[in-house]
């Protein structure tokens, strides 16, 4: 747990946010010799986020915020004085104003703005307009500097792990069905295979998560070289292809697996006996593919010419019923497509890993 990536970047977010909190009250406190020095540590962990652009963004609209928020208090504190009916008058303003789209994520701190600085003797403060709006500067300054300064984090290597988790989750219950198939399996078995495949949908909708999180943390980061982002293309090109465009193809791996699994489900409820050398031939194949998507540098293009030697053995069987045909055609045409979702799956993983394309980096 301790060396997984997600954790080490919590811990660091954790330390950043501290650093960039206390420096912004050092500052405050020792060069400005300020009397309200919570407002520059406040907008300093306000803008500490998760990724530098993130950051800069809203960092961008904490500034605005919490200026508006400081001219708002010393508007209403100058003009109306401060009350109890004034207090909620700025606070009504600055939570409505907070609603305003280009400034939504961090528009909140307009309304927390005039709460510190009306509650925090108005009459002191009243003549130190320019101080306030440094004080906010400066901690937006200093969450900016530690964030872009103290490891940036990138998150290609948590998109890298995710994957490598869909890949091996799928050789495994290509692996499954090999071996239950080469003997017997039965409807119980068929549908824990289908639910496998549920699960890893929903670690898709993680994975993608992490994606876009990853592309992010790389925009405005000095950590990411440049021209390291991959080109996107209508076709695929495993040399280039993004971890969107692997993703994209793994979904199509675990769709097809699902059918396959959904073809087994209901196979199990079918009288009569199974080809002993389709079933023979078909479970290798199905191995062999489990056995290629959990190591990259596996060759699968032999699996391609058995798919294809079997189709033809298969076909030139006089012998086989009429009505078994759909079946062992939908089998051998789901492994088929997943052999080819799988060639370019591991090709994008070896250009990953071999290349520069997609330097995986921890952060």
């Known amino acids: 747990m301790l060396q997984r990536p997600e954790f080490i970047t919590d811990v660091l977010q954790i330390l950043k946010t501290v650093i960039a909190g206390t420096g912004a009250w050092w500052v405050s406190t020792e060069v400005l010799e300020s009397e309200l020095a919570f407002l520059a540590p406040w907008t300093a962990i306000l803008t500490v986020h998760a990724t530098v652009h993130r950051s800069l963004t809203r960092g961008v609209q904490t500034t605005i915020a919490s200026t508006l928020g400081v001219g708002l208090s010393f508007l209403i504190g100058h003009f109306l004085g401060v009350s109890l009916w004034t ?7 600055g939570i409505t104003a907070a609603r305003v789209s280009w400034i939504r994520d961090e528009g909140i701190a307009i309304a927390t703005t005039a709460i510190f600085v009306l509650g925090s003797g108005f009459d002191d403060q009243q003549p130190l307009l320019d101080d306030r709006i440094i004080e906010v500067a400066v901690g937006v300054a200093a969450g900016l500097v530690v964030n872009l300064l103290i490891l940036p984090p990138l998150r290609d290597k948590q998109a890298g792990r995710y994957v490598d988790s869909i890949n091996e989750r799928m050789g ?8 239950e198939f080469s003997d017997s399996w039965d409807t119980d078995k068929a549908e824990a295979w289908f639910q496998e495949t549920e699960s890893m949908t929903a670690e898709l909708n993680s994975a993608w998560t992490v994606v876009r999180f990853a592309r992010e943390s ?3 980061n000095p950590r990411a070289r440049q021209g390291r982002e991959s080109l996107q293309t209508s076709s695929w090109n495993a040399a280039e292809a993004s971890y969107e465009e692997i993703l994209e193809r793994a979904d199509e791996g675990v769709s097809h697996l699902r059918h396959l699994a959904r073809t087994l489900r209901e196979a199990s409820y079918t009288e009569g006996e199974w080809d002993h050398q389709f079933r023979e031939r078909w479970a290798q194949i199905v191995g062999d593919a489990g056995r290629s998507i959990a190591d990259p540098d596996a060759e699968v293009a032999s699996l391609h010419e058995n798919l294809s030697s079997l189709s033809a053995e298969m076909s ?4 086989l019923p009429r009505d078994t045909w759909p079946l062992y055609g939908s089998l051998i045409s789901s492994v088929r497509h997943i052999v080819i979702v799988l060639d370019d799956v591991a090709s994008a993983r070896r250009a990953r890993e071999g290349t520069s394309e997609n330097p995986v980096v921890s952060g």
């Not at 207090?87 to 303003?93: E, H, Q, R, S």
């Open 218 to 220: 790389r925009r405005v």
């Open 316 to 319: 030139e069987n006089q012998g």
């Open 87 to 93: 207090f909620a008058l700025a606070l009504l303003v």
């Open 172 to 179: 495994g219950v290509l692996i499954s069905i090999s071996e």
